[in-house]
Structures are given as structure tokens and as C-alpha cells.
């Protein structure tokens, strides 16, 4: 097992929902921290609550902006040390509606955060991992990422992406002292609405669902320990592990379940 304590985390998304949880988590079991998001207010709130001193660093960056998010291993080991394990949390969701009715701004919007920068950051970090004698590397896809959402469809293909990009990752590494691994949550309270610039009617945010939902400290325990014991899928919810389960057995039934579970979220 990976012990976080006296390692250097990297969490994109750090301002706010899961990636605030995983920092304040990380720090509580003794890791150092850096924590990056596009929103320094958001940034200054995670200081706030995480009283942590000079164990976390902030860094504004959009990591959409591949020079940015380039120069940011580079920045991240003159404040901490070189980066030991790398948490890439940022996303976003689309607005609540069917794709036939998405604008093509809002489809690439998507497909810059979720795919663009999530490869982003694993192109930046991980020759800095490579060179770690032990390291990590987490990508946070979600069930939607293996599960069609009505509603959510774009984003769904960008986690879908996510997904399948980390596990080639892994096979990959195998021979590597770098551990893979992708994350997969459910339905979490979170504002990810509102950080994605959804309007919250209908915008498809975990309170909108019958479905179980997950508090954004447990998900981030759940994070922690998956990465800690070197686990290739981490599925964070109830909804995410039984939906996983289903899924896998009866897929056209899964599809018609979330479809009527999700179907009043839509216009």
C-alpha cells in the first residue's frame, strides 16, 4: 500500500466539490499538497477550511491551456518537491439537455475540460512520475463514464474517454512502479452545476436524481484509500457499484433504469 504521508499531491479541481475533499483528506493523512483550480476565490476557500501552512500551495490554472498546465510540474517541485502522486478531479458537466438540442460551443466547451485537460495533465505529470520510486496517478471519470445519462450524453462520451484512456494507461505502466487508477462516481453533492455554468433547473446535479448520493468527504475517503491500495477502478456511491454491477450483467436494463430514474430532469 501507498502511504500519502510526506508524499507530494497534486489535485486539479482543488477549489471546490470532490477535489476540495480530496485535498483537506490528503493533508489529514499527513501529504503535502497542491492544489490547482481556474477560480482563486475558490482556492482561497480550500485554504481557508484546510489551516494547513505551508503544506498546501494553490495554483490558478485552467487546464485547458496546455502552456499553463506544462509549466505546472515544474512549479509545483520548486514549492513542494517533486509530485508523488497526481489526483486530476476537474470537469465539468453539459447543460441538462438532449444532444440534438446542444450547441456545438457547448459541446467542445465539454470536451476541452474533460478530455483535452485532463490529457493535458497526465502529459505534463507523467514523466515526473516516472521518475518518482513510487507514484500515482488518478483520473476521475464517473458512472456516467460507463453509463448512458439521458441528458448528460456528451459528457458521458468525454468520461467514457477518460476512462478507457486511464486503463490503457495502466496496461501500460504495469512494468512501471506507477499505479493507475480511474475513478468513477456516482451521484455527489456537490455544486458542480454551478461551477460548470449550468443553470441549476434541470441541470442534472445529484439532488435532481432518485438515485443515492455520496457527501463529497466520503468520496474523497473513498479517493484516498482506492489510491492508497493501488485499485485500478474506484467506484464512489452505492449508485456507482450496484449501477457497475448491472451494467455489466443486463445493459439494456441498466440503460432504461437510469433513463426513468433521470427522465423528469429533462426538458
Request: charge should be neutral; include cysteine; proline fraction near 5%.
Amino acid at each position: 500500500m501507498m502511504d500519502v504521508r510526506g508524499k507530494v499531491l497534486v489535485v486539479t479541481g482543488g477549489g471546490n466539490g470532490i477535489g476540495r475533499q480530496v485535498v483537506l483528506e490528503a493533508l489529514r493523512r499527513g501529504g503535502c499538497v497542491a492544489a490547482v483550480d481556474i477560480r482563486r476565490e475558490s482556492l482561497e476557500g480550500t485554504v481557508r477550511l484546510a489551516s494547513a501552512g505551508d503544506r498546501l500551495v494553490t495554483f490558478v490554472v485552467d487546464i485547458t491551456d496546455r502552456a499553463a498546465v506544462e509549466a505546472l510540474p515544474a512549479r509545483v517541485t520548486e514549492a513542494l518537491g517533486p509530485p508523488d502522486v497526481v489526483v486530476n478531479v476537474a470537469g465539468i458537466i453539459q447543460p441538462f439537455v438532449r444532444l440534438n438540442d446542444l450547441e456545438y460551443e457547448t459541446i467542445e466547451r465539454v470536451l476541452s475540460v474533460n478530455l483535452w485537460g485532463t490529457i493535458h495533465v497526465v502529459k505534463a505529470f507523467l514523466p515526473y512520475l516516472l521518475n518518482r520510486p513510487e507514484a500515482h496517478l488518478a483520473t476521475v471519470s464517473s458512472m456516467g463514464g460507463f453509463l448512458p445519462v439521458p441528458g448528460q450524453t456528451i459528457y458521458g462520451a468525454t468520461k467514457a474517454a477518460v476512462k478507457l484512456m486511464t486503463e490503457g494507461l495502466y496496461a501500460e505502466l504495469l512494468e512501471t512502479h506507477v499505479g493507475v487508477s480511474v475513478v468513477m462516481p456516482g451521484g455527489v453533492e456537490t455544486d458542480i452545476a454551478s461551477n460548470s455554468d449550468v443553470d441549476a433547473p434541470g441541470s442534472g446535479n445529484a439532488q435532481g436524481s432518485r438515485l443515492p448520493t455520496t457527501t463529497p468527504e466520503e468520496a474523497a475517503r473513498v479517493i484516498l484509500d482506492g489510491i492508497q491500495k493501488n485499485r485500478l477502478h474506484i467506484y464512489v456511491g452505492r449508485d456507482s457499484v450496484a449501477m457497475g454491477i448491472l451494467n455489466r450483467a443486463a445493459p439494456k436494463l441498466s440503460t432504461h433504469l437510469i433513463q426513468h430514474q433521470m427522465k423528469t430532469l429533462l426538458p
